[in-house]
């Protein structure tokens, strides 16, 4: 059973294809690991690059990672067995005051699609539950989503608490407002403008 077929069916979003492919694989003794890296995880990366060019929009990513998230179900207990361990846990949110959340939940598919175990500590996020919840996650990275002039500025309370905690995770931000200058300002440790820019910058930083 071929992986590229995973990956051809999880760049269309057909979801029910993806997860009899995936099940059709895995009887037939592919490795779980191959089936996530070579069809799974590259069919992501691809959707992500073609929506950094413009190739594909929002729609065409959320089907995508649906289809990535059922397939998920059928393989994660397989890779748990064969001990294929994520890359890094990412704890993502929307900052403090702001309710938007459709492009945190992207950065969120993204993050998983790249590889990371993700916590998402939803919307109206205080820097005191950011870094709550990624003292209990072990978090490599938090990443802080905004949408709003008047709530970017509480991504600095994170920057600051997580300072202040000592922890190492890597804070990354983004979200309409939010520029390479400001986050240069308040001393993140990365921007970018997009979704599937934010999983190569967080496995970037993983390295550093
Ligand atoms: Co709101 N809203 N909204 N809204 N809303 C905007 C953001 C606004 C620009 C509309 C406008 O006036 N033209 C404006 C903000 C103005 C400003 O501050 N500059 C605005 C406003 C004013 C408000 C309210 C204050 C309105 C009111 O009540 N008077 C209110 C605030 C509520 C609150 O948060 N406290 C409000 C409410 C809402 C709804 C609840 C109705 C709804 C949100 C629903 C939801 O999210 N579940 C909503 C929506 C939908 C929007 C617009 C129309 C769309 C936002 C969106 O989801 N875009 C928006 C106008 C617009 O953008 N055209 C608007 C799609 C999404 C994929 O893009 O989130 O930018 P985005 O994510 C991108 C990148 O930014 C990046 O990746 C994504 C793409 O790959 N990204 C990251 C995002 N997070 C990242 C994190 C990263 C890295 C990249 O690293 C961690």
Sequence with gaps: MSTEAICQALMKGRTPEVKTLVQAALDAGTDPAAILNEGMLAGMSIIGEK??????????????????????????PK????????????????????????????VGMMLEGAGFKVVDAGID?????FIETAKA???????????LTTTMTNMKLV????????????????????T????????????????????????????S
């Design 51 to 76: 929506f950094k060019k413009n190739e594909v929009y929002v729609p065409e990513v959320l089907i995508a990672a649906r289809a990535m998230k059922a397939g998920m179900e059928i393989l994660r």
């Design 79 to 106: 890779l748990v067995d064969a001990g294929v361990e994520p890359i890094g846990t990412a704890v993502i949110g929307t900052v403090k005051g702001d309710l938007h959340d459709i492009g945190k939940n992207l």
């Design 125 to 129: 996020v205080s820097a005191e539950k």
């Design 137 to 147: 996650n072990n978090a490599h990275i938090i990443g802080v989503s905004a949408l």
């Design 159 to 178: 920057v600051d608490a997580v300072k202040e905690a000592g922890l190492s995770a890597k804070v990354i931000i983004g979200g309409a407002p939010v």
């Design 180 to 207: 390479q200058a400001f986050c240069d300002e308040i001393g993140a440790s990365g921007y970018s403008a997009d979704a599937a820019s934010a999983a190569d910058l967080a496995k970037s930083l993983l390295a």
